[in-house]
């Protein structure tokens, strides 16, 4: 037998109320919880970018760390030097009075260095400074390679990657101070050769 009961509602605002609240409540924690953890992936995606850039540029300065000396002797300057033997010879024709040195720019990695000797021939000499100076070279072996009116270029089949220029000093062009320590000598600068010597000498 079945009995049909009426269903009666019943209105119960204060629990309605209540449930509306409770639910609110755990939305708004809900959603706490959601920004709290979008945070922290947020920052611990920051710091494992961070730390892999980090790592990645420690790695980077290693390796060029270690390549540093390769480098530098792959790309240090290669420069023709002028050979000591040769320039003992050059400086044995008389007094040196005094000498300088540079190193000049070829091309590309290439230099080559240059000597400036201002030698002073004895007084006994009665002849051309400059026809003394090349006398007594030529018997070291050197030989007029090119002769001007004030200059003649010189080169030895001993020291074939030497370029030797020699000219009287009173007409040279050289720097102001290697011309004041000349002439603080005391000797007589029309007895003075100025020799410029290369490390190098194009065929």
Known sequence: MTINAPVVPVDVPGA?????????RRIEGVKRMAVSRGRSYLNSR?????????????????????GAAPLYSLFEPDVD????AALSELESIGQVVVEDGATGHVWENSYVELKYIVVHIDDSVKRDILAEAEQR????????????????????ARWPHAFVSVEP??????????REA??????PMDE???ITVTGWASD
């Open 46 to 66: 920051v710091v494992r970018v961070i730390v892999r850039i980090a790592v990645s540029m420690a790695a980077v300065l290693f390796v060029v760390g270690l």
């Open 169 to 178: 000093l009173a007409g040279a062009v050289l720097s102001s101070e290697l």
């Open 16 to 24: 309605s109320r209540r449930g509306l609240h409770l639910m609110n």
């Open 192 to 194: 003075m050769v100025y």
């Open 182 to 187: 000349a002439a603080a000598t005391g000797l």
């Open 81 to 84: 030097r002028v050979d000591p």
């Open 137 to 156: 070279l030529h018997r070291g072996g050197w030989r007029v390679r090119n002769r001007d009116l004030s200059d003649i270029d010189m080169k030895s």
